[in-house]
Each structure stands twice: as C-alpha cells, then as structure tokens.
C-alpha cells in the first residue's frame, strides 16, 4: 500500500485523486488547499486541511498546484520524510526542497473539470533523485497507467513546449474555425469529423506526410480569396504567418 | 441507379469512387484523368479515359479536380445533359457552365491516398441551381454519408477557410510538435494521447471552454522560457502570435 497527500485542489488534483482513489493498491490520506470551498469537494471522502503546518505523515506528497507555487508551498514538507514529487511540465525537479526526498511526477494529459480522463492511456513521466525513489514513483505511476516513462527535467520541458503546439495552439486554432462559422452563420458541427480525422490520421502518418490543404499546394488563389474574406486582422496575420511556415516546410514561397 | 462520371483521378476522385462502387444504387460508367498512370488505379474496374471529347453518358458528372482546372476542364461537357458537379470548398457554383445543369458536391474531409475514411459520418455539402437537380445530388449523397446538408456558396467558401485553421494550421501545430521532439530526442509518440483527447474534448466541450495552458492563464514565468527554448525563429514568432491570440481571446495581456 502507497500512502499519499496531495496539495492542490484543481483539475490534475481531482484526477489524480479519483484515479488514486479507484486503486486497491493507493491510499490518499489528506487532501491541502488553501481554499475551502475547493476543499468541498474531498471532504466528504477524506481528511483535508487548509493549514500547511497540519500535513500528515505519507509515503508520496504530490504538489498538484500552480507553477509559481510549487517552491514555496514545497517548503512546509522539509521535515517530511515522504517522497516530495511536483506535477509539472515546466518547473525542475530542483525547485523542491534539496533537503529532501524528490520527485516529478507529470501526467501528459490536458485535464479539464467534469470530463473524465482514461488514465491507463495517459503517459506518466516520471524523475527522481535515485533508484528506490525512481520504483516507488513507477509503482504508484504503473497503478494508473500503462504508459510510464523515465523523463529528465529537460526533456520534460521540451515535451511541455511541444504540448503548448500540439495541444494549446491546436485548440486555439478549432477556436478561430469555431469563430469564423459562427459569424457567418454556418454550423461549427459540420467540421467535426474533419477535426477528429486530423487527429486520428497522425497516430499512423507522420504530421509531415499528412499535411494537406492549399498552402502545401502552393494555391495563391485561394491563399488571396481567404485573406480577402477573413475580416480580422487578428485572424489575417495568423493566417498569413501560417500558410508561409507550411510553404517554408515544404520548400515553396507563397 | 444514377449513373456517374468521376472526371479527376486525385484523393477526393479515389475515394468516391470506392465510396460509389461499394453501393448497389450507384453506377460508376467511366473515370476520366490526364494521366495514363493515374488512370490505372481505375482501369481494371471500370472504363477509363484520357480524352475530354470522349466522355459517356450520365446522370451526374462529378468534377474532382484541382480548383483551378474546374473551369476549363467542364467547359467539355457542356454538350450533355447530366447534372455536372464539382467537389471543390471554394469554387463557386457559377464557374460551371451556366448553360448546364450545375451543382456542387462537397465532402468535407481531408483524404489522403492510402487511408480510408468513413464515408457516413462525412457530412457533404451540396448546391444545386433547382430543387429538381437537389433531389437527385441528395440521392447521390444520402446513398453515401449519413450527414448531407444544403449548403450554398458563400457558405460553403466559409466552411473551406474554417476548415484551413481546423486542419491545415491543426496539422502543422502537430508539424511543429513533431520538429521540436526530433530535434530534442525526446518521442513524439508521448503526445498523441493528448492530440487525441484535444480533438475528442471538443465535441462536447466549445473550443473557447477547452482552452488550457499557460496562455490562457497569463502565465508569464512559461511564456519566457518557452521563447528561449524555442531555437527557430518560424517557431518563436508562431509561438509568440498565438500566445497573444489566446490571451486577447481571454481579454488578458502578456
């Protein structure tokens, strides 16, 4: 049995605590925030606290929280004997207290409130500063995961990036398609299966051999029909940034 | 039976062609395409030529070619009486010769040789220029895909540039996730759980709900080392402007 506190209350908080919570094999043993509204949502399954100097004795301790806390919020654990592990993309494995035991734990998933994840698939990079910390991290990981992955710090932020593209930029971009058919009228539905067949086709095809469309093309004309109908200039320069990188990548000028 | 020609030989020809073979309602008499080579690919199935002056019969002709063919290659036709149709998101219906029956015939897919793709859950985006030709265009389509929709030009044209950010920018966010894990040695593979849950989320969840990410919530502390981890100048800039995009979107500033 693993033994774990998790401080933090938002959306990779919840997930990891009701993944913890489905498994035989791990025990969550408080739940910390500094709010207690957001609290509300744990205390009716486990002990939860609002008070940093009131953090029990675990196995685990994840810091689920935001970035620019993670170094401060770590501090209150030095006297803990427990592995201290953060949860993310971003923030180095030495932002946690030297003095301790120390650890990464960061699920590469995009976690959004009331929509249930499937954890087996999701990857868990994990790091820690020596081997026994290394198994007992894996062993929590592989509870929830069949895709556990040994990730250094630096690695972990060139994945972090790439997530912001693959995951941050793409969405922004379904937000702009969504934008343009809601102004002119035209049901966003409609490209729905064209978004998930996009997705979908790369888990075979190489992003590189997938593109599609008339700037791969080189198709000036509708390269100058489409700047001419987007009306915002926002949209115009993303548009126009856009098409020339996909040229650029295959080696035409528009 | 509605008989058809398939002029065209490119992705979009191919797979309606399969798409109309696999369907007793529907007779494919004849595929016309520049290229020997191309041609076949049909050959062994169905009469085939390289001859615009030798075009058969038919209840409808489907032009699947490149946009700025569409023109020149219909005007071919203009000795026939069957519905004469192109496939393109942003020719207008009018390019067609007016002195035919004209329509338009839009999957909205991206297909790419070599993958099959569901017809059914394509929706196809039809225009005909009386009710007449619409019932029957509706046979072709409804006989294919579960989802056919009246869609006139300028809707249709919105639709295509919709669909440029919702794949073409999409795939290349992909691009570019793919070119920074290369050049960093860190798989790709990581990240297609959460390419697949990006695209899932959304078709429950609008785009501007799904947004997540250090953009979103005005993180600055990220948004600096991403730049000085981006190495390339194309990614520093595309970075950059969607970051700004998604903080306008949320009414914040970097």
């Known amino acids: 049995m693993i033994s774990t506190v998790i401080l933090g209350t938002g959306n990779v908080a919840k997930h990891l605590f009701e993944a913890f919570m489905s498994q035989n094999g791990i025990e969550v043993i408080q739940v910390y925030g500094r709010s207690l509204k957001a609290l509300s949502y744990f205390n009716n399954q486990i002990n939860t606290s609002s008070d940093?100097?009131?953090?029990?004795?675990a196995d685990i301790y994840l810091v689920?929280?935001?970035?620019?806390?993670?170094?401060?919020?770590?501090?209150?654990l030095v006297d803990k004997r427990?592995?201290?592990?953060?949860?993310?993309?971003?923030?180095?494995?030495?932002?946690?207290?030297?003095?301790?035991?120390?650890?990464?734990?960061?699920?590469?998933?995009?976690?959004?409130?009331?929509?249930?994840?499937?954890?087996k698939e999701i990857p868990?990079?994990?790091?820690?500063?020596?081997?026994?910390?290394?198994?007992?991290?894996?062993?929590l990981a592989s509870a929830i995961s069949d895709k556990v992955v040994q990730i250094d710090t630096d690695q972990r932020k060139v994945l972090h990036l790439a997530a912001v593209f693959a995951n941050n930029f793409t969405n922004h971009m379904y937000h702009i398609a969504h934008e343009i058919c809601i102004q002119n009228d035209?049901?966003?539905?409609?490209?729905?299966?064209?978004?998930?067949?996009?997705?979908?086709?790369i888990q075979d095809l190489s992003p590189l051999d997938a593109q599609t469309g008339p700037a791969r093309r080189n198709d000036k004309g509708t390269f100058g029909k489409h700047l001419a109908q987007l009306k915002s200039k926002k949209h115009n320069n993303i548009y126009t940034l856009l098409s020339k990188s996909i040229q650029k990548t295959y080696g035409k000028k528009l």
Do not use: W
């Open 52 to 57: 940093l100097s009131n953090i029990k004795e």
């Open 64 to 76: 689920a929280i935001s970035d620019d806390a993670i170094s401060e919020v770590s501090k209150f």
């Open 82 to 119: 427990g592995l201290i592990v953060h949860t993310s993309g971003s923030i180095p494995m030495n932002a946690l207290p030297n003095k301790n035991r120390c650890g990464v734990f960061y699920p590469l998933q995009t976690f959004n409130a009331h929509r249930k994840v499937n954890f």
């Open 124 to 139: 868990i990079c994990i790091e820690a500063g020596n081997d026994q910390d290394y198994e007992l991290l894996n062993a």
């Open 186 to 201: 035209v049901p966003f539905e409609l490209l729905l299966p064209l978004i998930n067949e996009t997705a979908t086709k």
